[in-house]
């Protein structure tokens, strides 16, 4: 999980093509990567929630009662040249409703 804008960047520059990818929407916060390896399935809805809950407490979102979470694969996650520390674009998306949670 990224701590700060320069290490989410770093975290998307390390992160393999099907790990999966998750940012609290439309907010500022850490990303957050669950490592795959060779799995290109993703993982069961309860882990990818828990994970989410976890992305939603280090956001601004944090205070909310429910917060949306972007899911995705890394593959779908690109960061433009240019670009400001920590802003990505992301091409395809699922969103989850999760109450933040602290990790």
């Known amino acids: 999980m990224g701590k700060n804008a320069k290490s989410n960047d770093e975290l998307v ?17 850490s990303h957050l990567v669950i490592r795959m390896g060779n799995e290109k399935d993703m993982p069961p809805k ?8 976890y992305a939603a407490f280090n956001s601004k979102a944090k205070g909310m009662k429910l917060a949306p979470v972007i899911i995705t694969k890394k593959k779908y996650v690109r ?9 990505v674009v992301v ?4 969103v989850e409703m999760v109450t933040p949670k602290k990790p």
């Open 13 to 29: 520059q390390k992160a393999h093509k099907e790990d999966v990818w998750m940012h609290a929407r439309g907010v500022p916060g």
């Open 46 to 53: 309860s882990v990818l929630l828990e994970a989410a809950s």
């Open 79 to 87: 960061k433009p040249k240019g670009s400001a520390p920590g802003a």
């Open 91 to 94: 091409d395809k998306e699922e």
